[in-house]
T-cell receptor, first 114, second 115 residues
Framework: DADVTQTPRNRITKTGKRIMLECSQT?????MYWYRQDPGLGLQLIYY???????NKGEISDGYSVSRQAQAKFSLSLESAIPNQTALYFC?????????????FGPGTRLTVL | AQSVTQLDSHVSVSEGTPVLLRCNYSSSYSPSLFWYVQHPNKGLQLLLKYTSAATLVKGINGFEAEFKKSETSFHLTKPSAHMSDAAEYFC?????????????FGAGTRLAVHP
């Protein structure tokens, strides 16, 4: 079984709809992250969480919110989706003791906003 | 500030020939550098990492990278390409920010391998 899972894997929605992307991990890591990937831009950090009570904005948090329901679960919400949020979204985890920042990634969620 | 530049957005090689994916970094201190690979419809997998130990780093699937401080480079190489190497590759530098190690991604290099 995968250590970091994301649901759904693909989603098509319409402008203005509320969308939630979910991430679960079985690695026992404290830290979790949400990224979006756009062609030619690499990955950009949306939000990150050090533990259940510690959530921080990343580089591109506008239009997004998150919830850390438990150590193992970190959800990303788009309150009112817009077409330029069409992208591939990745969840990642890391251990506070991990080797100088290595992160472990889920398989990604491909979101299309029409 | 830390950043990486991947010098080629696309690289195409024939199966059995060498692979070279180029990455230059910018860092005000001794950096930690990673290469990640993303196969189609898959998540990102760590290929290898440099954390100020040996300058020649060996990774999975026959890949290796050499840290060259004088050239601020961390190029990824493989002696002989395999069809399964076709993927997108990301060079990553660590930026220490707000008490944690933030990953700064390059734009990616898409590797195509032809028979």
């Amino acid at each position: 079984d995968a250590d970091v899972t994301q649901t759904p894997r693909n989603r098509i929605t319409k402008t203005g709809k509320r969308i939630m992307l979910e991430c679960s991990q079985t690695k026992g890591h404290d830290r979790m992250y949400w990224y979006r990937q756009d062609p030619g831009l690499g990955l950009q950090l949306i939000y990150y969480s050090f533990d259940v009570k510690d959530i921080n904005k990343g580089e591109i948090s506008d239009g997004y919110s998150v919830s850390r329901q438990a150590q193992a679960k970190f959800s990303l919400s788009l309150e009112s989706a817009i077409p330029n949020q069409t992208a591939l979204y990745f969840c990642a985890t890391s251990d506070t003791q991990g080797a100088r920042g290595e992160q472990f990634f889920g398989p990604g969620t491909r979101l299309t906003v029409l | 500030a830390q950043s990486v530049t991947q010098l080629d957005s696309h690289v195409s090689v024939s199966e059995g020939t060498p692979v070279l994916l180029r990455c230059n970094y910018s860092s005000s201190y001794s950096p930690s550098l990673f290469w990640y690979v993303q196969h189609p419809n898959k998540g990102l997998q760590l290929l290898l990492k440099y954390t100020s130990a040996a300058t020649l780093v060996k990774g999975i699937n026959g890949f290796e990278a050499e840290f060259k401080k004088s050239e601020t480079s961390f190029h990824l190489t493989k002696p002989s390409a395999h069809m399964s190497d076709a993927a997108e590759y990301f060079c990553v530098v660590i930026r220490i920010s707000g008490g944690y190690n933030k990953l700064i991604f390059g734009a990616g290099t898409r590797l195509a391998v032809h028979p």
